[in-house]
């Protein structure tokens, strides 16, 4: 009788969870998997940061590029894992009841988190440098980092359940972030924000589910919860408003001042002045661009964008005024980058009567978030000198 009744109650389960339990129990009787489980337990402060540096280490090596299917659909899939661990976390820690099957999974979570955060957070790290220099995008990028230090507090029982939640809210939202514009093929503040307001909504989702299971049963502890979310939303906001968000999914693939600018069939031929001993003292790194009356300036550019995205995207020109301590605009020129090439959406703009000095050509978006940046000196050229320039060429 009780072997029939144990018969029924399987059957009405859900038949996701009695697949899980079908296969944790055939996991159970193997050998090897019982020797994995006896290892991860014994050095089970070991095995996490193992563990989300493996995360890190499958990302460099396998992570594509914003707007790859396979990249998007991994990466949506370590989102959907990383929410059932985190939930499965805090009903463990909450001592909430779970099927034997979900109880036997939750002994994974520590390390499963782990994994998943440092795929995700690795990638994002990836994607953004990518779509800005690393002066542009340097607050940013620190907060991310902050997010793996925050790692080793992750696990203290009182303060867990707020920042597995900010950990996964943060994960949604970045996600997001570059998902949205590839799919919308647009890009901008109202994308930015109605990124943030679903990732809002999901983890809010997540935080009343939990609170009808018990976790955050006290009103202060769930409200706490609610404000965090809201803390993150309005910060990151506040980044992107003062430009310290990289513009993802858009990627500099190549910058670069010429003395001339030809395309022949489908490729470009930039005409680029030889290194000379000069360059080797040139400030800042910057080098130098030997200029003689009647030459043009050019600034040429390599952007790459998902496919069916279009943006607008300019060149601002400026130059250094020692007097006043300050880089001064001279110009800023526009044009339109569609996506979809693997090499980069091409542009060129010029410059003539460009005084010697220091220079520098600041690629951005249309609303002035920095895509990248290329500095050169501009030096009067000896007129005994013969033209140095050779030609490269750019596919």
């Given at each position: 009788m009780?072997?029939?009744?144990?018969?029924?109650?399987a059957s009405e389960r859900p038949i996701g969870l009695a697949l899980l339990g079908r296969l944790m129990r055939g996991l159970a009787q193997s050998p090897r998997y019982r020797l994995a489980r006896r290892w991860y337990h014994r050095h089970e402060t070991l095995a996490p940061p193992l563990l989300f540096f493996g995360g890190v280490s499958w990302d460099v090596l396998t992570l594509q590029r914003i707007g790859a299917?396979?990249?998007?659909?991994?990466?949506?899939?370590y989102l959907l894992l990383l929410g059932g661990f985190v939930v499965l976390a805090l009903l463990d820690r909450h001592d909430r009841p779970l099927p034997p099957s979900l109880q036997a999974l939750s002994t994974w979570s520590v390390g499963a988190i782990q994994f998943l955060a440092g795929g995700l957070f690795s990638a994002y790290v990836i994607y953004y440098t990518r779509s800005a220099s690393l002066t542009t995008a340097s607050l940013f990028l620190l907060v991310l980092v902050a997010l793996l230090v925050l790692n080793?507090?992750?696990w203290d029982r009182h303060r867990s359940g707020y920042l597995l939640v900010g950990l996964?809210?943060?994960a949604v939202f970045c996600y997001l972030t570059f998902l949205l514009p590839v799919l919308l093929g647009t890009m901008g503040i109202w994308v930015f924000l109605t990124s943030g307001l679903l990732s809002v909504g999901i983890v809010t989702g997540l935080l009343i589910a939990l609170r009808l299971q018990g976790v955050f049963?006290?009103?202060?502890?769930?409200?706490?919860a609610l404000c965090m979310v809201g803390l993150l939303f309005g910060g990151l906001v506040t980044f992107y408003v003062q430009h310290w968000i990289p513009p993802v999914p858009l990627a500099l693939q190549h910058v670069g001042v010429y003395h001339d600018v030809e395309q022949e069939g489908s490729a470009?031929?930039?005409w680029q002045e030889r290194a000379s001993p000069a360059g080797l003292w040139a400030q800042n790194g910057e080098d130098p661009f030997h200029y003689a009356p009647g030459d043009t300036v050019h600034c040429f550019t390599a952007i790459y964008a998902p496919t069916a995205l279009q943006t607008r995207v300019a060149h601002r020109w400026q130059r250094y005024v020692p007097s006043r301590g300050a880089w001064v605009?001279?110009?800023r020129i526009g044009y339109q980058v569609v996506g979809g090439r693997d090499g980069g959406y091409r542009g060129v703009t010029y410059k003539e009567h460009v005084s010697p000095g220091r220079w520098r050509v600041s690629v951005e978006t249309a609303d002035g978030r920095p895509i990248g940046r290329v500095h050169f000196a501009v030096v009067k050229a000896d007129s005994s000198d013969t033209a140095t320039a050779t030609p490269h060429r750019y596919p």
């Open positions: 009780s072997s029939n009744r144990a018969v029924d109650s299917l396979l990249d998007n659909v991994v990466l949506g899939l080793e507090w992750v996964y809210f943060l049963a006290r009103l202060r502890s769930f409200v706490g470009f031929v930039l605009n001279t110009d």
